[in-house]
């Protein structure tokens, strides 16, 4: 990096071909600048500039290096600038990593709204349940649930949630309501194979219940379709099956009781960036929670 510098500090004694002037356009003192040229001649093992006191005349290495020099800046500076344009002008195709019912249910509709925002953005879009490889699989941003793992991927918080118990008239007409968070022991429960203790917190007071089910899946969109079916106690967040509860298919179970904070964060593998991803990440942190608490 001090090799370019170096060079375009060269290339503007040239275009000037006074060391004064360059300083003058350059900002700096001319005897830095001065003393910045005799370094770089040093470093090359050649005289690049004869030095007068009235003026500076290039030598023949001098001219090679000026042609040279005056190319490798100038695509340095184009280069620069259009980076600049990518960190302020969003644009091209932004590669992103959701899990299924999130992206479906709260998504869709946002990456909609987003893309009017954006005209100049396209969208691929990887529907997983797993979290993705960013790097080898050129995926720019991820979004899930739960809390980051233990890696190098930089995680943004976009809002929270927190789960409550739902069931269908039939299965509590079936099979009795629990008044107690020990009661689901004895009850369906709908899960995910690797959250098999659920745990309940009401005002101080916490209980950790082992649960067990006859169908534990990965997917929320048919662990709801089973609860509707009369199958068993979903634990999901009341966003979820909102429409569910207003359409007086599912009924609160244990109202008084709700489940740890689950958070929802945007995984990426840097801090530093571009514009598509920055906008999407600031976009989803204020219209996410405003979507969410309208259900």
């Not at 893309?115 to 953005?121: D, K, R, S, T, V």
Request: proline share 6%; with cysteine; net charge neutral.
């Amino acid at each position: 990096m001090e090799l370019l510098n170096d060079m375009v500090l060269f290339v503007e004694v040239c275009k000037a071909m006074s060391f004064r002037k360059a300083a003058e356009n350059l900002d700096m003192p001319s005897s830095t600048l001065s003393r910045r040229i005799s370094h770089l001649e040093e470093a090359i093992g050649l005289r690049l500039l004869h030095r007068t006191t009235r003026k500076v005349e290039l030598t023949e290495a001098g001219l090679i290096y000026f042609e040279r020099c005056k190319r490798i800046v100038g695509e340095a500076k184009l280069a620069h600038e259009q980076l600049g344009e990518m960190l302020s002008n969003p644009s091209g195709t932004l590669r992103i990593s959701l899990p299924v019912d999130f992206g479906t249910i709260f998504l869709t509709s946002l990456l909609v709204e987003f893309a009017e925002h954006y005209p100049g953005i396209n969208f691929e879009i990887d529907l997983t349940p797993r979290l993705v490889d960013l790097v080898t699989q050129n995926i720019d941003v991820a979004i899930r649930m739960g809390n980051p793992p233990n890696s190098n991927l930089i995680a943004h918080k976009l809002m929270q949630f927190r789960g409550n118990l739902f069931a269908s008239p039939k299965y509590l007409e079936q099979h009795g309501i629990p008044e107690h968070p020990n009661d689901l022991v004895h009850h369906e429960c709908l899960s995910f194979p690797n959250n098999t203790r659920w745990k309940l917190y009401r005002a101080e007071e916490k209980i950790e219940v082992k649960i067990g089910a006859r169908f534990m899946l990965n997917n929320v969109g048919m662990t709801r379709k089973l609860s509707l079916l009369g199958q068993g106690i979903i634990f999901t967040p009341y966003e979820v099956v909102h429409d569910d509860l207003n359409d007086g298919l599912l009924k609160p179970v244990l109202p008084e009781w709700q489940g740890d904070v689950l958070p929802v964060y945007a995984l990426t593998e840097t801090r530093l960036l571009p514009a598509k991803v920055r906008a999407f990440i600031d976009f989803l942190r204020k219209r996410l929670p405003s979507l969410i608490h309208s259900f």
